[in-house]
C-alpha cells in the first residue's frame, strides 16, 4: 500500500467525522451550511485528484473539473 | 520490472480515459442541477424540507459515506498493485473495494426497508422526491460499478488475460465517481435542512 494513499484515507475518514459532528452538534446557519459544504469540495478534490490521480492530468480537466464542482456548490450554498 | 507508460499530461489521455472523464463531468452536471433545484425547492418550502429531513437517518449516511471512501481507498490500491503488475495482490484489493460497495447496498437497503415500511414513497412530499430520485440514481450506479468490477476483475485474473492498465483505471474512475456523487448528496439531502 503506498504512504500517500493511507494518510489521504485517514484524512477523508476524519473529515467525514468531522462533518457528521458538525451537523449533530451546531445549528444550521448559512456559516454551518457553508462549513459543510466546504468540507465536502475538499473531500471530493482528494479524491479526484489523489484517488483517481487527476493531480497526474492536463489542467484543462483539473481546471474544468474544478470550475463545474465550485459552480453546482456555490450554487447551493446561495439558494440556501 | 516494466510497468506501462501513458502520457497524462496528453489532454486526451486523462487517467481512466478521455470518454470515462466524459461521463463524469455529464454525472456530475446532472446530479449537480439536481441538487441545485432540490435546494431552491427547499428554500421555498423550508418547514416541509426540515422536517423530512429530520426523519433520515444521519448515522446510516455518514457510515455509508465510510464504506464508499474505504472502498474507494481499496480501489486505488487496486490499479497502484495492477500498474506494478501484482495481479494477485490487485485482485485483493478489488475484492474489498466490490465489499465495501456490497455494504452500502445493504445499509442503504436497510434505510429503504425502514422508510417503505413508515410509508414514506415518491408521491409523499417534494423533498421525499428528490430523496427516492436521487439516492435511487446513485445505488442504480453503485450496482453498475460492481458489475464492472466484478467482470474486470475476473478479466484481468483468467488466464492469457488481455487486460490492461487503461482497463483497471477505467473501471476504477466509473467506481470513484460513485463515491463523488454521494459526497455531494450526503451532506445536501442529509445535512443542510
Not at chain 1, 1 to 19: C, D, E, H, N, P
Not at chain 2, 44 to 53: I, K, M, Y
Not at chain 2, 156 to 173: H, L, Q, R
Request: glycine share 6%; aromatic share 16%.
Amino acid at each position: 500500500m503506498q504512504k500517500s494513499l493511507i494518510f489521504v484515507y485517514g484524512v477523508l475518514i476524519a473529515l467525514t467525522i468531522a462533518t457528521a459532528l458538525i451537523a449533530n452538534f451546531m445549528l444550521v446557519s448559512p456559516f454551518v451550511v457553508s462549513l459543510i459544504m466546504g468540507l465536502a469540495v475538499f473531500k471530493f478534490s482528494l479524491v479526484t485528484f489523489q484517488f483517481m490521480e487527476l493531480k497526474k492530468a492536463n489542467s484543462f480537466w483539473k481546471v474544468s473539473l474544478t470550475l463545474t464542482l465550485g459552480l453546482i456548490v456555490l450554487l447551493i450554498i446561495f439558494l440556501k | 520490472m516494466n510497468t506501462l507508460k501513458i502520457n497524462y499530461k496528453n489532454i486526451y489521455y486523462p487517467p481512466g480515459g478521455i470518454l470515462m472523464w466524459i461521463i463524469i463531468f455529464l454525472e456530475l452536471i446532472t446530479f449537480g442541477m439536481a441538487l441545485v433545484a432540490f435546494v431552491y425547492y427547499g428554500n421555498e418550502q423550508r418547514e416541509l424540507f426540515h422536517h423530512s429531513r429530520m426523519q433520515l437517518n444521519t448515522t446510516f449516511g455518514a457510515i455509508n459515506t465510510v464504506f464508499l471512501l474505504t472502498s474507494g481507498f481499496f480501489m486505488a490500491n487496486a490499479v497502484h498493485q495492477f500498474k506494478e503488475k501484482e495481479i494477485q495482490k490487485s485482485s485483493v484489493f478489488f475484492k474489498l473495494a466490490m465489499l465495501g460497495g456490497f455494504l452500502f447496498l445493504g445499509l442503504k437497503s436497510i434505510e429503504y426497508y425502514h422508510k417503505i415500511e413508515s410509508g414514506i414513497s415518491l408521491d409523499t412530499n417534494m423533498f421525499y422526491t428528490f430523496y427516492w430520485l436521487l439516492t435511487g440514481f446513485h445505488v442504480i450506479h453503485v450496482i453498475m460499478g460492481l458489475v464492472i468490477l466484478g467482470w474486470t476483475n475476473y478479466g484481468m485474473t483468467k488466464k492469457d488475460s488481455d487486460t490492461i492498465t487503461e482497463d483497471v483505471e477505467a473501471c476504477a474512475a466509473f467506481w470513484h465517481m460513485c463515491d463523488l456523487i454521494w459526497l455531494l448528496l450526503f451532506p445536501v439531502l442529509y445535512l443542510i435542512f
